[in-house]
C-alpha cells in the first residue's frame, strides 16, 4: 500500500507563519515582529471597536478625540504588514492611531481585512472597499436610528481621507483607483485626500534601491519578495496589478479622478524609487500629489517609533494636508 508523503514546508516567514504544501498555513502565537512602541503622549482620546463587515467578521478601531472638538475630519487607516500579519490591535499601530487621532485632530477609523495566504489579494482590497461602503452608510444614516453615535457627533463626512502605511498604502492606491472610476459609490461621504506612508508596491523588474539598499531593520529584499508570494494570486508575478500600479496589465490611470495625495518616502526604504516612480508618473498625468522624503530612515518608520522625531514631523505633514482640506498641498 503506497502512503503519501507529509506536507512540507514550502514558505517559512519567521514567527509569523509557515505555508505548507498542502496549503494549510500554521500561524504562530508571537506574530507581532516590531519592537513595542513607546508610550506615546497622554491624549484624551476615546477609542472603541466595531464590525463592520459581519460576513468575515471583520472589525475597525474608532478613534475620538473630546466632543469640544466639534466636527472633525475622518481618517481612514490601513496598517501595513505584506498583507500577511497584522491587526489594529497591536501596539504600534494603535499608537500611531492615537497620535493621529489626538494631533491633527481627527476621527480615526484603523480597519483590519484578511491576510494572505489564507486570503490572498484581492480579499484584502474588497475589505477595504467594505470600509468605506461602511464609511458611506454611516454618512447616509447621520440623525437616524443606525448611525453611530460617535460618529454622528464628532465626524465630517465631507472631509474623508483614505491612509496607510507599507501594505495599507498599496490598499490606499486601489481604493483610489476604485473610487476615482466609480466602481465604489461613496456619496454622501467625500474623499477630500489620500495619504501614503511609504506604501509597498512591486515590480518583477529590480529598482536600484532594491538592488543597491542594504537590507532595513524591519524590510529585505528576500522578505519583501516572499510576502508578494503570499499575497498575490498564485502563479502571479509582482508584475500583477494588485503589486504594481504601472505593470504591462494595469489599468491606465489618467482618465481616473484622483483627489489630492500626500506620499511618505523613507530615504533608505528599500522601495523608496517605486514609491518616487509612483508620484513622478502621478505629477505626468497632472495629478496633485506631494512627495515628503525622510532622511535618515527606513520602511515603516512612523509604525516602528511613532513617538520619535521623524514620527512627529510626519504627523505634522498630515495635518497640514488635512486640515489643508486636500485643496491646496502647495502650502
Known amino acids: 500500500m503506497l502512503s503519501s508523503s507529509p506536507p512540507h514546508v514550502v514558505e517559512d516567514c519567521p514567527r509569523v507563519l509557515q505555508l505548507l504544501s498542502d496549503g494549510t498555513v500554521v500561524r504562530f502565537d508571537e506574530y507581532n515582529t516590531l519592537p513595542p512602541p513607546s508610550v506615546p503622549p497622554a491624549m484624551p482620546v476615546r477609542w472603541k471597536d466595531v464590525v463592520y463587515d459581519a460576513a468575515h467578521g471583520l472589525k475597525l478601531r474608532v478613534y475620538k478625540p473630546p466632543a469640544a472638538c466639534g466636527k472633525l475630519p475622518v481618517l481612514v487607516y490601513f496598517h501595513g504588514g505584506g498583507y500577511v500579519l497584522g491587526t489594529f490591535e497591536l501596539p504600534n499601530f494603535h499608537a500611531c492611531c492615537l497620535r493621529l487621532a489626538g494631533e491633527l485632530p481627527a476621527v480615526v477609523l484603523s480597519a483590519d481585512y484578511r491576510l494572505a495566504p489564507e486570503h490572498r489579494l484581492p480579499a484584502a482590497l474588497d475589505d477595504a472597499a467594505a470600509v468605506m461602503s461602511w464609511v458611506r452608510g454611516q454618512a447616509v444614516a447621520v440623525g437616524g436610528d ?37 466602481q465604489l459609490p461613496l456619496d454622501p461621504a467625500r474623499v477630500a485626500g489620500h495619504v501614503m506612508l511609504c506604501p509597498m508596491f512591486g515590480g518583477v523588474q529590480r529598482t536600484a534601491s532594491e538592488a543597491e539598499f542594504p537590507p532595513g531593520p524591519f524590510l529585505t529584499l528576500p522578505g519583501y519578495d516572499q510576502t508578494w508570494r503570499l499575497a498575490l494570486p498564485q502563479g502571479a508575478t509582482r508584475d500583477h496589478p494588485f503589486a504594481n500600479p504601472f505593470g504591462p496589465e494595469s489599468p491606465a490611470l489618467g482618465a481616473v479622478a484622483l483627489p489630492p495625495t500626500l506620499v511618505v518616502v523613507a530615504e533608505h526604504d528599500l522601495l523608496r524609487d517605486r514609491t518616487v516612480d509612483y508620484v513622478a508618473r502621478l505629477e505626468a498625468m497632472g495629478k496633485p500629489v506631494e512627495l515628503v522624503e525622510f532622511e535618515g530612515q527606513h520602511h515603516g518608520f512612523l509604525v516602528v517609533e511613532p513617538s520619535g522625531d521623524a514620527g512627529s514631523e510626519v504627523v505634522r505633514a498630515v495635518k497640514r ?5 486636500g485643496s491646496d498641498i502647495s502650502n
Not at 321 to 325: A, D
Open 146 to 182: 443606525d448611525a453611530d453615535p460617535w460618529l454622528a457627533e464628532s465626524a465630517d463626512f465631507g472631509r474623508v481621507f483614505v491612509s496607510g502605511d507599507s501594505a495599507g498604502g498599496n490598499i490606499v492606491h486601489h481604493v483610489a483607483v476604485r473610487l476615482g472610476s466609480g
Open 321 to 325: 494636508f488635512v486640515y489643508g482640506n
